[in-house]
């Protein structure tokens, strides 16, 4: 089996796929330089799979460091996850994200390149998207340029790839992920949080611990069905293993092509059904309020799967019930953990 790069493996998106590609049998090497993790996720990778990730700690924007490493350990694949992903921080220090994620990309791409021109996939959003006009979103939808600079980092990396793709540098697949949550079920390894969590799953397990008070749902009074926003959540196994199955696809195609993928499960789910569904699958109880809108969320964002489906040969397959018993499980095994405070980058 072939020996598989991941950029940013001991990330919450990272390690599950690094598991996963160990499951499916790949030798895997690891490069993170620990600017949102810990080292301790190596730890877990290994009990939960009995095998060490081969690991490197640096940053991949070192691209000679990066390339003597792809040579050395006889890398054939990379999948690219390795940058910065806080919506709001993007916003008030912009040139931090335009230099960490693109930099990285761009070291990736020339790393890769000039080893044997290796296949790439990269770790793209639905982001991409925007608010979409036709739901559920396919592949050939219009790229909306962001409101957010880590949007936009994903819109001109997946740019930068096509372009290298088109030169013959590499064959790529980007996936287009949609709202990645949950943890692995061993709860071993899951979403680290430094401080405030970002995104919403981590606000309902906190809040159902008692950590938070409440949960403020953000925005009723949208165009859905019950006023609150529509989202395509994954579970993280699943979304690991589309990883793999990408992997698998991009070994064997030639350079010069690149292809988009949505990576989502095809169903919407509102915020407020969401913590209904949290609630009836853990029997916890989540106090929330109405609140104001969040300035910069689409109204409602779910995938067309299809491409996945046919081209891949991979579909979601965990319910909402097992993604959410999988992310209670975790923020009972994360409170036990003794995270350090700090920034999450
Ligand atoms: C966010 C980012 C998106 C990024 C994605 C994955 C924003 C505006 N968008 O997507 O660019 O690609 O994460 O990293 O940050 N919600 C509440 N209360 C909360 C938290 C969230 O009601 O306390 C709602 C939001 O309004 C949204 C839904 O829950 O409707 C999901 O929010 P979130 O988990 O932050 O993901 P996205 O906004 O979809």
Redesign the pocket.
């Known amino acids: 089996m072939a020996k598989i790069l991941v950029t940013g493996g001991l990330g919450y998106i990272g390690s599950h796929t690094v598991v996963a590609l160990q499951e499916a049998g790949y030798e895997v090497v690891v490069v993170d330089n620990l600017s949102n993790t810990l080292a301790e996720v190596e730890d877990s990778i290994e009990k939960i799979s009995g095998t060490r990730p081969i690991v490197h700690h640096f940053d991949v924007a070192e691209q000679g460091k990066l390339q003597n490493l792809i040579q050395d350990e006889g890398v054939e694949g990379i999948i690219h996850f390795a940058a910065f ?4 921080e993007s916003v008030e220090n912009p040139l931090k994200y335009y230099e960490n994620n693109i930099g990285t990309l761009v070291s990736v791409g020339k790393a890769a390149r000039d080893s044997g021109n290796l296949p790439i996939v990269f770790s793209s ?3 991409v998207y925007g608010n979409p006009e036709t739901l559920p979103v396919d592949e050939n939808a219009p790229i909306v340029n ?3 600079p ?2 936009q980092t ?1 819109i001109v990396g997946e740019q930068i790839l096509k372009h290298a793709a088109d030169a013959g540098d590499f064959p790529v697949i980007s996936l287009r ?5 949950g943890a692995h079920p061993s709860g071993e390894i899951g979403e680290l949080q430094f401080g405030e ?5 981590p ?2 397990t906190e809040t159902a611990s008692g950590k938070r008070s409440e ?5 009723s009074d949208y165009p859905t069905s019950d006023g ?4 395509d959540y994954i579970h993280v196994m699943d979304l690991a293993e589309a990883h793999v199955a990408a992997m698998k696809k991009a070994l064997s195609l030639k350079r010069g092509n690149f292809e988009a993928v949505n990576i989502g499960t095809g169903k919407g789910t509102s ?1 407020l059904e ?1 913590v209904k569904s949290f609630e009836n699958a853990t029997g916890l109880e989540v106090p929330y309020v109405l ?1 104001d ?6 109204i409602a ?1 779910y995938a067309s799967a299809g491409k996945a489906k046919d081209w891949l040969k991979w579909e979601a397959s965990r319910s909402l019930d097992e993604t959410f018993r999988d992310a209670w499980n975790w923020e009972k095994n994360l409170a036990k953990k003794n995270i350090p405070e700090r920034e999450n980058v």
């Open positions: 992903l806080q919506v709001n959003s639905c982001t962001s409101e957010s880590y949007g994903k992920y949609f709202n990645p949550i969590p970002h995104h919403l799953v606000y309902i949960l403020k749902i953000f925005g609150t926003c529509v989202r915020v969401m609140a809108r969040r300035a910069g969320d689409a964002v």
